[in-house]
């Protein structure tokens, strides 16, 4: 069987770190779409990590970490990830197998993400300008050039081809972009080489077999399912599907094969990038969630948005996914409220609905709270659920009766340790 990690809200939720305290119940860990966009952050024995590509299994050394054919891979970034672990002493040949059909970033996608961003101004996306939009674009517009193809004789011809096509692409654009191409490849090349060291599989096969081998997998889903490329709010989503069915498409596991989907939450909300956020917060109350809870990019360093817990949008993304169970990530750092907002309706052109709408600009969509208790604890050192407040443990029971999935973590901290199982 095959269980799901997938994020609820728009990434940054605490995948990583969820992926790496469940890792030693897994044979294999298995990324299925998204790329460097993604950071993951992995936080044990006093040291931090961020991880972009590479599955959050790889400090477990009998676990298999897989890079599944949905993700979209930059070598130069790739390289960089493997440099950072040098010290750990992973034996990246057998404990990290990387499918052939994943698609390649390559420097003129990056350079096209960036002038497609300048192009749209105003109406940017806000995107990690790490080439992901444009890399699916060509894979879906069967284009894309595959890290398979790096096995053929001929692949630079491949590589040159493709990126002279992006060239003439990028001269379309009015604004001009300022690139040295020669100095990206030299980069690039070097990425390339390092990726050839590493083990490419027919991952499908490789997965099914272990399934049938008895072995369990863990997928670990990037970005969130407010991101989706179509459940997400389009168009300030990334270009993934990154809800459940993105597992079976990302890595070749059928729908039958799914066991448990973990769903995971901040016990608020944040987001990076542009687009809509109902509950988002420009008070003093969003600055304290930013601060206590260090909201700052893991890939790109920018703020993140802050606002109350929604629970219209955690329905609506329990939903989609067939979310067997929570985890609720980041419960420390409401620790000193008196009272906290939870989102449980919006009222959508005139009317009070409770399910996600099409579209939730702000000028179709208000919100409607509910006012709770907060808890003035410090829970960073919880470790049981006898250690958590009264009104921590009622304020999960109301998130887990309105969506009706129980919640089974509850995190007080980014620390492996800082974990509580209910
Ligand atoms: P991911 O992309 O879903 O893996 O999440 P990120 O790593 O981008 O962002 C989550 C951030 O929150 C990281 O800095 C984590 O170290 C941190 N974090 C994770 N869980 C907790 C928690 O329970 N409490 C606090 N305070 N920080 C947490
Ligand atoms: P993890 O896996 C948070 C956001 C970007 C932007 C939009 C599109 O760490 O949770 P893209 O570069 O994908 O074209 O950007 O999506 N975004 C993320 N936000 N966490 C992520 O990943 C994200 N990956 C992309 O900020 O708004
Ligand atoms: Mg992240």
Redesign the pocket.
């Known amino acids: 069987m095959v269980d799901l990690l997938l ?1 609820l809200q ?4 605490g ?1 990583g770190k969820i992926v790496d305290v469940l890792t030693k119940n897994y044979d294999i860990i298995a990324r299925f779409q ?1 790329g460097p ?4 952050t992995l936080i044990f024995d006093g040291n931090k990590h961020v991880l972009h590509t590479i599955p959050s299994g790889i400090f477990h050394k009998d676990t298999v970490n897989v890079v599944g054919n949905g993700v979209v891979i930059d070598p130069v970034i790739f390289k960089k990830e493997l440099d950072n672990l040098s010290t750990y002493n992973i034996n990246f040949k057998t404990n990290l197998l990387i499918s052939r059909k994943a698609h390649v970033i390559l420097p003129t996608h990056r350079l096209l ?1 960036a002038a497609s961003e300048t192009a749209k101004g105003k109406a940017k ?6 080439g ?2 444009p890399t699916y674009m060509d894979k879906t517009g069967r284009n894309g050039f595959r890290i398979g193809d790096f096995e053929l004789k001929d692949w630079k011809k491949r590589y040159n081809a493709l990126t002279q096509k992006h060239l003439k692409m990028l001269s379309h654009y009015e604004v001009k972009m300022e690139f040295n191409l020669e100095e990206l490849e030299v980069d690039f090349f070097k990425g390339v080489e390092r990726l050839k060291e590493l083990t490419f599989i027919d991952s499908e096969e490789y997965l099914n077999q272990a399934m049938k081998n008895g072995k369990s997998i863990l997928a670990e889903g ?3 399912s407010l ?1 989706d490329v179509d459940f997400g709010t389009y168009p ?4 993934s599907t990154t809800t459940a069915a993105g597992a079976c498409t990302g890595l070749g596991i059928a729908p039958n094969k799914i066991g448990k989907v973990v769903g995971i939450f901040k016990a608020y909300v944040t ?5 809509p956020f109902p509950t988002e917060l420009f008070d003093v109350d969003g600055e304290t969630m930013a601060r206590v809870g260090h909201e700052f ?4 360093g920018r703020p993140r948005r802050c606002g109350w817990l929604d629970l219209v949008a955690l329905k609506y993304t329990v939903e989609i996914n067939g979310v067997t169970e929570l985890s609720m990530m980041k419960g420390d750092v409401l620790s000193g409220f008196d009272t906290l907002k939870i989102a449980t309706t919006y009222n959508y052109q005139g009317e009070k609905i409770s399910h996600f709408p099409y579209n939730i600009e702000p000028e179709n969509v208000s919100v409607n709270y509910e006012t709770v208790k907060g808890w003035q604890a410090d829970v960073t050192g919880a470790r049981s659920i006898d250690d958590i407040p009264q009104n921590l443990k009622d304020y999960v029971k109301i998130i887990e009766n309105f969506v009706g999935v129980p919640v089974k973590i509850i995190s007080v901290g980014p620390d492996r340790k800082q974990t509580v199982f209910v």
């Open positions: 994020g728009w990434g940054d939720e995948k998204g966009n993604a950071g993951h993400d996306i806000g995107s990690t300008l790490k992901i939009g990037a970005q969130g991101l300030f989503v990334t270009s987001r990076v990038g542009s687009g990019g893991a890939t790109t």
